[in-house]
C-alpha cells in the first residue's frame, strides 16, 4: 500500500471517504496495461468513479459540504483508495435516502448524474 502525504483539498475540491467504487472498462483497460508491465503499480489506484461521504470542502466550493453523500466520477483514479479529492464539478450530492444512486454508478450512470449539475 501507497500513503499519500497530502490529502486537503485544494481550490475547488472535495476530499471523499470511500464506501464504494464502481469498476468500468477504463479500470479494466489500465489493469491489463498494469499486468503487460506498461504502467507501475505504484502509480496506480484503480477506479475512476465511486460514493461516499464529503470529508471536507476546499475553497470555491458550492453546493457540497462535509458530511454529505455523494456519488463522483474522477479522471484522476482514485477510487479504490479509501479516501479521494476530487474536482467539486465532477461530484454530486445524493439526497437523503436515496439508496438507488449508489447502486446505478457504472461509467455511463456516472456521466449522466455528473452532466445533470449543468444548466441546459
Given at each position: 500500500?501507497?500513503?499519500k502525504?497530502?490529502?486537503t483539498p485544494g481550490l475547488g475540491e472535495v476530499l471523499i471517504k470511500n464506501t464504494a467504487v464502481g469498476i468500468s472498462r477504463l479500470d479494466s483497460i489500465t489493469r491489463k496495461q498494469l499486468l503487460k508491465g506498461a504502467l507501475s503499480k505504484d502509480e496506480i489506484i484503480l477506479g475512476y468513479e465511486g460514493?461516499?461521504?464529503v470529508m471536507?470542502?476546499?475553497k470555491d466550493v458550492s453546493g457540497i459540504k462535509?458530511?454529505?453523500k455523494v456519488a463522483y466520477f474522477s479522471p484522476s483514479a482514485c477510487a479504490c483508495a479509501s479516501h479521494c479529492?476530487?474536482?467539486h464539478i465532477n461530484?454530486?450530492?445524493i439526497p437523503d435516502g436515496?439508496?438507488?444512486a449508489p447502486v446505478q454508478m457504472t461509467g455511463n450512470s456516472s456521466l449522466a448524474i455528473w452532466m445533470s449539475r449543468w444548466p441546459k
Open positions: 500500500m501507497v500513503q502525504p497530502d490529502l460514493v461516499g461521504t471536507e470542502v476546499g462535509a458530511s454529505d479529492v476530487v474536482n461530484v454530486v450530492a436515496d439508496l438507488i
